[in-house]
């Protein structure tokens, strides 16, 4: 079993939809949870960084963490055709060390 | 955040041979790591570059095989040595100040022959 599961996709949606993208994981020692954002032939990108249970929001992007079930969540509100990407989840139980990585959910958001 | 650039972007080499891969960083940082990102697939630390020291190194990963440098806190290379074919993959540099999230770069995209 993966430490990290996430469902590989790919998530097709028509522009302006409610996206909900999710991981669950192992390993109960995990205090930091991000998502990345990973366009075609770049890097990952920092779009959340929690710590602990609870809620984040910056703008459109939404993210929930529930540790007691071991889940993540990523909501992207209004989806746009420019949030068509892989989205990483990714945890690690100490910031700035080693980070598990989900295996990423490919969104196509259509116009 | 810290701006990363990473050379080369891409390489096709050929298998036996090695190639080196540089990681700048714009600003001093405290951590600076290399992982892998083999086709399809998600992103796997191979080493944490510690500077003035030997690389620290991940299950699975050896320093004969893959030999990092990191002289000074905003400079680290990754060497991928007697290359196969399984080597083909992405490998990204990324990097943390002391209790802050990764960032990373665009990776450097290698093939072989």
Redesign the interface.
């Known amino acids: 079993q993966k430490e990290v599961e996430q469902d590989p996709g790919p998530l097709s949606v028509p522009e302006g939809a409610i996206v909900s993208l999710n991981c669950t994981y192992s390993n109960s020692a995990f205090q930091?949870f991000?998502w990345?954002r990973q366009y075609s032939?770049?890097?990952?990108?920092?779009l959340m960084?929690t710590y602990s249970s609870g809620n984040k929001e910056d703008g459109r992007f939404t993210a929930q963490v529930d540790k007691s079930s071991k889940y993540i969540s990523l909501f992207i509100r209004d989806s746009q055709p420019s949030d068509s990407a892989t989205y990483?989840c990714?945890m690690t139980s100490d910031?700035?060390?080693?980070?598990i990585?989900?295996?990423?959910t490919r969104l196509l958001v259509r116009p | 955040?810290a701006v990363?650039s990473q050379k080369p972007s891409r390489d096709i080499c050929q298998r036996g041979t090695s190639l080196t891969i540089q990681c700048q960083v714009d600003s001093q940082v405290?951590?600076m790591?290399w992982y892998r990102q083999q086709p399809g697939?998600?992103?796997?630390?191979i080493a944490?570059a510690n500077q003035g020291s030997e690389a620290t190194y991940?299950s699975g990963f050896v320093i004969d095989k893959f030999p990092i440098s990191r002289p000074n806190l905003t400079f680290s290379t990754l060497t991928v040595s007697n290359m196969s074919p399984e080597d083909s993959s992405i490998y990204?540099c990324s990097v943390?100040?002391?209790?802050?999230?990764?960032?990373?770069?665009?990776?450097t995209?290698l093939s072989i022959l």
Do not use: V
């Open positions: 930091y991000m990345y032939r770049k890097g990952p990108e920092l960084y990483l990714a910031s700035s060390y080693k980070l990585f989900g295996s990423g | 955040s990363i405290t951590m790591f697939q998600s992103l796997t630390l944490t991940e990204l943390a100040g002391f209790g802050q999230p990764q960032h990373f770069g665009d990776g995209r």
